[in-house]
């Protein structure tokens, strides 16, 4: 663990070194090819850095932030575009809108959309049922647990340790910031449409990068081809495609091993679906659905594709087993931190 720690102080030093050069010597370059080109060496030094850490958890946060987050709003920065233009006034700030899921409402007055705030109660009852997991896999993982009973116990930590380690995140870096932050999930359970549930509720700053990253520029790409209809697809399949590859790496950070490209599949599946989700409702051929059927309709989906294409790889290579250690050993090292004082 000693040897862990240090290899992501080396880790966060270098990202912290990385940006400083996108900071003072990127960022007076030219917009377009010149600046681009000068950040390809951040993009790769990016892509690698994950590779020095073991611990599932420190490897895939890192990589979120990272590999994922800051190469995509540097390379939107390349063209000058937002989060990261214009350009902050200081390091500090503009290496946490780099590499940390933040989106202020004062650097997008033109979004249309509002968020609530995540209730403290709320909140406080997901970490109560996180606890509980954790308590359930202490006694029950090895024995007491079918492997559809673990596989729906498992999809829930999944999404609550993701939720509460981003707003952790989130939380510190408004308070540092000084400003407030739109949430990262809006209640991802409650979604009533697989558009609602990826566009609307599930790691919002996700698809707030890959929008102007990939779907708008295919969009833009495909129109004189396809008109606006089919570009609009195009730039959604395009999207889902990205974000099938980004965990198609995850993956391999977690297993250093070769794709199976079965997440991949996972993510094209759902942009076919979404998309013929939004064609169906632009026709109007059906009726809209009551939304509490439609709701059980995408959690349904959205379970049983998961279950079919994006969980076979974690519990093929053991994945599970490493995070669910990991997060007992951290109870661990935190109880015996509170006896000690």
């Known amino acids: 663990m000693e040897e862990e720690l240090r290899n992501l102080i080396k880790v966060w030093i270098s990202a912290i ?16 090819f010149t600046r681009l080109l000068s950040l390809l060496p951040i993009f790769i030094i990016f892509l690698l850095l994950p590779l020095l850490l073991s611990s599932v958890h420190f490897c895939v946060i890192s990589a979120f932030f990272l590999t994922w987050l800051a190469n995509f ?39 249309n959309r509002i968020y609530n705030k995540p209730s403290k109660w709320i909140l406080a009852i997901k970490l109560l049922i996180f ?34 380690i981003l707003v952790s995140v989130s939380t510190l870096l408004s ?28 790691n919002l700053m996700v698809p707030a990068i890959l929008r102007p990253a990939v779907h708008i520029p295919v969009q833009r790409l495909f129109t004189p081809l396809l008109g606006l209809h089919g570009a609009f697809y195009s730039g959604m399949l395009a999207t889902f495609l990205v974000s099938g590859l980004m965990h198609e790496l995850f993956y ?56 079919w294409l994006f969980y076979p790889p974690v519990l093929r290579n053991d994945v599970h087993k490493r995070i669910i250690s990991e997060c007992l050993l951290v109870v661990d090292v935190v109880k015996h931190m509170l006896s000690v004082f």
């Not at 070194?17 to 377009?32: P, Q």
């Not at 700030?93 to 033109?110: A, D, G, L, V």
């Not at 409650?190 to 609307?200: E, K």
Request: overall charge positive; aromatic content about 16%; proline content about 6%.
């Open 17 to 32: 070194i990385s940006i400083s050069y996108c900071y003072y010597i990127s960022s007076k370059l030219s917009k377009g």
């Open 73 to 111: 709003k540097l390379l939107l920065f390349a063209f000058d575009q937002e989060p990261l233009s214009p350009l902050p006034l200081n390091l500090s700030r503009f290496f946490c809108f780099s590499c940390f899921p933040i989106k202020t409402s004062s650097r997008n007055p033109s979004s």
């Open 131 to 164: 606890s509980f997991l954790l308590h359930v896999y202490r006694n029950n993982y090895d024995s007491g647990l079918s492997p559809s009973g673990f596989l729906a116990l498992f999809t829930v930590h999944v999404y609550l340790e993701a939720e509460l």
């Open 175 to 202: 308070m540092f910031l000084g400003c407030e932050i739109e949430p990262v999930f809006n209640e991802p359970y409650l979604a009533t449409s697989l558009q609602d549930f990826w566009s609307r509720r599930w």
């Open 252 to 307: 391999f950070y977690m297993v250093r091993k070769s794709p199976t490209w079965e997440v991949t599949c996972f993510f094209l599946l759902h942009g076919v679906a979404t998309s013929a989700e939004i064609a169906i409702k632009r026709t109007r051929w059906l009726p809209r659905p009551h939304l509490a059927v439609s709701g059980l309709a995408v959690a349904a989906f959205v379970i049983v594709t998961a279950s």
